[in-house]
């Protein structure tokens, strides 16, 4: 089901940063991790990224391991994902998605996703 919404995404070089956002205004992300995802290509999905539904728990994908960092806002029922040190190879469909169980973790499946931004890194 598709009900959260990212925003962010565009064209930016090689060494630059962004910051994606996602939100919902139709469902309450408190108590849920929330992930991060990329779809490049011709490639499978991937997840980059993971917070807990308190912040105290974050993860990243060897990929993006030191550039990228989760965070939350759970009173703006917000998640982001700062992008720093951009490469070529991150250029991908990003989405992002809720956790399926309250108070869980990323890895036992996420049942809503956005539609994706598209971040382009390009010279």
């Known amino acids: 089901q598709l009900q959260l919404v990212e925003s962010g995404g565009g064209l930016v070089q090689p060494g630059g940063s962004l910051r994606l956002s996602c939100t919902s205004s139709?469902?309450?992300?408190?108590?849920?991790?929330l992930g991060w995802f990329r779809q490049a290509p011709g490639k499978e999905r991937e997840e980059i990224s993971c917070?807990?539904?308190?912040?105290?728990?974050?993860s990243y994908g060897d990929s993006v391991k030191g550039r990228f960092t989760i965070s939350r806002a759970n009173a703006e029922n917000t998640v982001y994902l700062q992008m720093n040190r951009l490469k070529p190879e991150d250029t991908a469909v990003y989405y992002c998605?809720?956790?399926?169980?309250?108070?869980?973790?990323?890895?036992?499946?996420?049942?809503?996703w956005g539609k994706g931004t598209l971040v382009t890194v390009s010279s």
């Open positions: 139709e469902i309450s992300l408190d108590y849920y991790a």
């Open positions: 998605a809720r956790g399926t169980f309250r108070r869980d973790y990323c890895n036992h499946g996420m049942d809503y």
């Open positions: 917070i807990s539904s308190d912040s105290t728990i974050t």
